[in-house]
């Protein structure tokens, strides 16, 4: 068997000092030289320095190559070695530094960023394992590129202390794990190493590192935990919505945005998934639609497996041939609905695919319909209430929570849309465009939604294989049953949040609950010190109309003296 070597050109940085005597204190000569695969420049410029001076030095990688990394600088900056752009310090002896370049593979690199250290520590190396698989799959049907050309990054953190491990993914098919355990001594990947994955610091430099060491033609990032949509409520008694957890900790998706924007520049990544519960809402693909080029998620629970890895990877299959950001993003939503099928899953499973680019418009039409509903006349508030509660929507499974509804409804149906009232936004508007009360206008506009939403989605997939049994009387079951892509009119694919704000719990409103549905970046009600919000889908202004779907709530449920959320209409 063959294997591709890439090639890696160093250049070496001889910094020469000469010292000049003169009357003046002693300055000292830089002098930079550099082979093929990029440059480095100078600020100041090369010349004199006296010692002391600072001096950035920027790697400029050529056409075809990414830069890499620096060596020997530990002593001179305090900088990441992995960072394209240092500052030394000038010392009073000769140094000699190095910067690598490497030519840039022509497949990807798959990023999974796997926070493990909770209930699921124990799926880790079954995924890990289905990785090696589908790899191995790959290269036993003829690929061996795969071996340069597909890099897969994971780093997992399991249940337990001083256990995180950066792997890089190799192809088995053993029931063991034996992908490569990465170890950087210039850098925190090194025996013990324990971080916490909420932390957006963390998954920052995990992103930086994996895309600067592995560098490919595409990149994709998986978010891989424990999720429940965007941000929702953060008190003791009912789950917090969020994605990853670490011993107390959770990141939350303005955080995720940070992590991708301090990791990416203005640069952005072909693909972000989440492989991880209830994650599929517009206001999710919206944030991060400047750091992703296509963005995959399920709008309700995944089952316990999650993704099929090896049937993901074994998709390598043909020599040099390797799929686009598009077709990628539809092998991820196949690959869910072909694993699921394949078991008695009792879960309402569903996995869509859009293009962020296509979620500006669509957040612009969401917004008119809230304004053409909102000045619909008296009954509009009624009508749009009535069908929000004939719309699916994505729910967890019963639990106790430890408190009693003072509504006479059901108390199981009353904590679901509490905790989680994420709709289907297909199912909703048409709903509207149906409607007998709304007005052609507002009809109309629902329409345009829908078709903004099939101008985003990829390909999409939902089903509701034998969920009869696993909810209780007070709900119906889903009832999906769809496979769509954009080769057979793909309308379906996001969720998004409708509060209930007309009903109470424990005499307050549930809009009380969604307290954190805005720009702002506002403190926990509940929990000193916690500061989440920040979505960017939920604008707002205080001109007194509404003009956004955040606002239509305000209006609705938080005006007068309630101050539920931040800000008004």
Not at 291 to 311: H, K, P, R, T
Not at 408 to 420: A, F, K
Not at 484 to 499: C, E, H, K, N
Request: hydrophobic share 35%.
């Amino acid at each position: 068997m063959r294997r591709k070597i890439l090639s890696v050109s160093i250049i070496t940085i001889l910094v020469s000092f000469v010292f000049l005597f003169s009357s003046c204190a002693p300055t000292y000569q830089l002098t930079v030289s550099s082979l093929s695969g990029g440059t480095v420049t100078m600020d100041p410029s090369g010349g004199a320095y006296s010692e002391g001076t600072a001096v950035t030095l920027t790697a400029e990688p050529d056409s075809g190559f990414a830069f890499t990394r620096w060596e020997n600088t530990a002593s001179y900056s305090a900088d990441s070695a992995i960072s394209n752009s240092i500052q030394i310090v000038m010392p009073g002896d000769n140094i000699e530094i190095s910067a690598s370049f490497t030519e840039i593979g022509k497949g990807w690199t798959f990023m999974i960023y796997m926070g493990g250290d909770n209930t699921l520590s124990s799926f880790v190396s079954l995924d890990i394992n289905e990785i090696e698989q589908g790899l191995y799959d790959s290269v036993q049907a003829g690929n061996d590129t795969v071996l340069n050309d597909v890099k897969v990054l994971i780093l997992a953190d399991r249940s337990g202390s001083a256990d995180t491990t950066l792997y890089l993914a190799a192809p088995d098919n053993t029931s063991t794990v034996a992908s490569t355990v990465i170890t950087d001594s210039d850098d925190v990947y090194i025996s013990g190493y324990e971080p916490n994955m909420a932390d957006p610091d963390t998954l920052q430099h995990f992103i930086s590192y994996s895309m600067t060491k592995y560098p490919s033609e595409y990149n994709a990032l998986v978010i891989w935990d424990h999720g429940g949509g965007v941000k929702s409520i953060d008190v003791s008694d009912v789950p917090s919505r969020e994605i990853i957890e670490d011993d107390g900790d959770y990141l939350y998706m303005n955080e995720l945005q940070t992590a991708l924007s301090g990791a990416l520049g203005s640069g952005s990544l072909d693909i972000i998934g989440f492989d991880a519960c209830i994650m599929g809402e517009v206001e999710n693909a919206y944030e991060v639609r400047n750091q992703a080029d296509y963005f995959v998620a399920s709008m309700a629970e995944e089952w316990g497996y999650g993704w099929d890895y090896e049937l993901i990877f074994d998709n390598f299959t043909t020599a040099g041939n390797f799929p686009t950001p598009a077709q990628m993003a539809d092998i991820l939503v196949t690959q869910f609905r072909d694993s699921t099928y394949s078991e008695t899953v009792y879960y309402p499973n569903t996995m869509t695919a859009v293009k962020t680019s296509a979620m500006a418009d669509l957040k612009t039409q969401i917004d008119s319909l809230a304004g053409l509903i909102h000045s619909d006349g008296l009954n509009a508030q009624t009508e749009f209430q009535s069908q929000r509660d004939a719309s699916v929507f994505y729910y967890e499974p019963p639990r106790p929570i430890g408190d009693t509804f003072v509504d006479s409804e059901d108390d199981t149906y009353e904590q679901y849309i509490l905790v989680n009232p994420y709709y289907d936004i297909y199912d909703f508007c048409t709903n509207i465009a149906a409607s007998s009360v709304f007005s052609a206008e507002v009809k109309t506009q629902a329409q345009n939604v829908l078709d903004a939403l099939a101008a985003a989605v990829v390909a999409t997939y939902g089903s509701s294989t034998s969920v009869d049994s696993y909810y209780t009387a007070t709900r119906e079951p889903l009832g999906l049953d769809y496979y769509q892509t954009t080769d057979s009119s793909a309308v379906r694919g996001l969720s998004i949040l409708i509060p209930n704000g007309e009903k109470t719990w424990s005499s307050v409103s549930h809009y009380a609950y969604d307290w954190w549905y805005a720009t702002d970046i506002t403190e926990s009600p509940s929990t000193t010190g916690v500061y989440l919000g920040g979505l960017d889908f939920c604008t707002y202004d205080s001109d007194g109309t509404v003009e956004t779907w955040r606002e239509l709530f305000e209006a609705w449920y938080d005006s007068g003296t309630t101050t539920y959320t931040p800000g008004s209409y």
